[in-house]
């Protein structure tokens, strides 16, 4: 490896390192993935006596390829959106999502003092976050840690996330176009909803890994 990349490497894992003590704190169980290798095989290993596993919009996943890895081993993947899945069938997948066995997502951004945010269009991602699944694990790349307030994590989604998103799901919103958030009205706008996840909510198991690797935006 470069020298570079691995001084960069290094870098990282201390922030991620800081970041995973950080939820910790926060009561969160939080744990540190050197790479997305790492972090699929202890999802796997999780999700073993798992029937259904649903999986809330997210490009870190998806570059992951966990859906496949978990498909191949017979759980049954309830996912909202995708080829053949009329406007109906996919609420009746959100709301089974609330109750699965296993729920993964992303998180659009982490502080360094340990807390969650996240912006929704629907809910169907940070609502089974906080409360419904059996258990739920959160894949956080090293991209998105900001070490500032919540206000930095809210800017940072709007700045990073929801532009590319808004564009990838072909949405008439300015920033779909521009690759700036204009704070919009549009009627497609994706950000409807914030959460902040100060501490781990109280009755969920919710899980969080945080990888040393750039994963989604
Ligand atoms: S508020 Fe509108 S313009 Fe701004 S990021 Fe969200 S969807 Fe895009």
Do not use: H
């Amino acid at each position: 490896m470069p020298k570079t990349r691995e001084m960069v490497d290094w870098t990282y894992e201390k922030l991620c390192l800081k970041t995973v003590q950080a939820l910790e704190k926060n009561e969160f169980t939080a744990l540190f993935c050197p790479t997305a290798v790492a972090a699929c095989e202890y999802i796997i290993n999780e999700a073993a006596d798992a029937d259904t596993v649903a999986i809330g919009g997210s490009m870190s996943l998806a570059e992951m390829k966990i859906a496949d890895q978990l498909k191949e081993r017979g759980k049954t993947i309830l996912v909202s959106k995708g080829p053949g899945i009329t406007p109906e069938q996919g609420m009746a997948i959100r709301r089974r999502q609330l109750t699965c066995d296993l729920f993964l997502c992303g998180s659009n951004a982490v502080t360094l003092s340990g807390c969650l945010v996240n912006i929704d269009n629907t809910g169907n991602r940070v609502g089974p976050m906080a409360f419904g699944p059996r258990k739920s694990i959160v894949v956080i790349g090293r991209n998105k840690i900001v070490g500032g307030s919540i206000e930095m994590a809210i800017k940072r989604i709007k700045d990073r996330a929801a532009p590319p998103n808004a564009k990838r799901l072909n949405y008439e919103t300015p920033c779909a176009a521009t690759g700036f958030c204009n704070d919009c009205a549009s009627p497609d706008r994706i950000c409807r909803i914030i959460t902040i996840l100060e501490k781990k909510p109280k009755r969920s198991d919710l899980r969080i890994l945080v990888v040393n690797q750039d994963l989604g935006y």
